[in-house]
């Protein structure tokens, strides 16, 4: 799947969405179970975002009894080209990973060259 084909996707009963504005690129990772910030790893390496952790969901059965469950998860994404990953940020909130890069702007080496005369 090309995440930015299709910009809002599912990823292992999380949310993620990418959007671009004000020159930046952003990553949204909602989660749907409790994650502990200390519990998240965010890595990126030739231009592929690795985000990691521990989750645990609690459930609450019929009759009264939680259930638990714990798991481990990772997102691999690729960082677009135009995108600086060494201007990456993230922050947590709301069970919620936030992440934001610079975009590049191209730059025009577009050079013009003189006719000589004869």
Known sequence: ???FENPVY???RHFARTTRADG???YDLALDAVTKPDDIKINVENNQLKISGKSKLEQKLINGDKMSTNWEWSETIKVP???NAETLNA???NNKISLSAAIIE???NA???P???K
């Open 1 to 3: 799947m090309n995440v």
């Open 10 to 12: 599912e990823v292992n």
């Open 24 to 26: 930046k690129w952003n």
């Open 81 to 83: 080209e135009d995108v």
């Open 91 to 93: 922050s947590f909130e």
């Open 106 to 108: 191209p730059v025009s």
């Open 111 to 113: 050079v013009e060259i």
């Open 115 to 117: 006719i000589s005369k």
